[in-house]
C-alpha cells in the first residue's frame, strides 16, 4: 500500500553536530510541522529532539521527536546526515569507505518502505554518498541529490561581499564541480547584480591584480572547512543552513536555482557521477538543469573535477 507523502514532515538520520544544527534550524523555520530525529544512538536522538523541542516557545509550532524508519516513511523529505566526521588532516574523500558502508545500512532501510518523497544528501564526501544513495534507493534521480556546493557558493558569496563591500545577497556566483578540493569558481558568470565581477571591483577602487585576489578568495573558500575542523574539529552552521535553504526550495515550490549534487548524463561531457552544477529546484526535486554558460577552461576544470569523482566511485562496490 502506497502511503501519502506528508508535505509538512521532515526526517533527519544523523542525530551528530550536522544533523542536530539541522534540526534547529528548521524547528526555526517554520517550515515543518513535524521532525523526527533518527540516531544509531537512541538516546542521543531523545536527547536532541528534547533540547530542540525547548526552544519551540519561542518559534513555530513544530513537533520534534525521536522515531525511527517507519515513522519518516511518509516525510517530504529525508535529510541524511549521518557518518563519520571529517578529521583534522583529513579530506572529504577520505572519509569514503566509512561513509558508504553507513549508507549500505541506511538507504535500503528507507528503500524498503517504499519511500516516495525526497531524499537530500549532506554527509560526506556528498558527491559520492548521492549516488550511492541513487543506487542504493531505488528512487527517481530528481528526487535524490545532495547539497553540493550550496554552502560552498554562499561561502564565496560572503568573502566577495567582505572584499567589496557589498550585500552578499546581491552577488550571484557559484562554487562548481566536487564539494571538496577540485571545487572552483564559475567566474565567467559571476556578477554583483548584473556588473561583471573586475568592473564591480573598480567600481569599489580596486584597479589592479583582479585575478589575483579572485584566486585568494577561491582559496580561501575551497580551505574553509578545514579552517574551521582545526579550530574547533567540525563544520555545522553554514551546512545547517544550506540545508533549510534546500528544503525551503523543495517546500515552497519556489523554483529556486542552486548548485545542488546530482547525477550527470552528458551535461558538459559528463556522465554517470554526481557532480554540482545549478539546476532549478522546486516541490519534486531537481526540475531541470538550466543553461549555465561556462568557458572553455571552466568545462575542463568541472571535467577533471568529475573525474577525481569517478575514479572514486569505482572502489566503492555500488555496481547493480
Known sequence: MRMAVNLRKVG???CGFVGSATAFALMQSGLFSEIVMIDADRNKAEGEALDISHGVPFSKPVDIHAGDYDDVADASIIIITAGAGQKPGETRLDLVKKNVGIFKSIIPEIAKRNYKGILLIVANPVDILTYAAVKLSGLPE???????TVLDSARLKFNLAEHLGVDPRSIHAFI???????????????????????????????????????????DEVKNAAYDIIS???ATYYGIAMSAKRICEAIVRDEKSILPVSSVQHGRYGIE????????????????????FALDDEEIARLRESAKTLREVIKTCDLSE
Not at 204 to 211: A, C, D, M, Q, S
Not at 272 to 291: A, L, Q, R, W, Y
Open 231 to 233: 579550530k574547533k574539529h
Open 12 to 14: 533527519i538520520v544523523g
Open 272 to 291: 554517470d557521477v554526481s557532480i554540482s552544477i545549478p539546476v532549478i529546484v522546486g516541490k519534486d526535486g531537481i526540475e531541470t538543469e538550466v543553461p
Open 142 to 148: 530528481n528526487k535524490v541529490f545532495g547539497s553540493g
Open 176 to 218: 562548481i564541480g566536487e564539494h571538496g578540493d577540485s571545487e572552483f569558481p564559475a567566474w565567467s558568470s559571476a556578477n554583483v547584480s548584473g556588473i561583471e565581477i573586475s568592473r564591480f571591483c573598480e567600481m569599489r577602487g580596486y584597479f589592479h591584480n583582479h585575478e589575483e585576489h579572485k584566486d585568494q578568495i577561491a
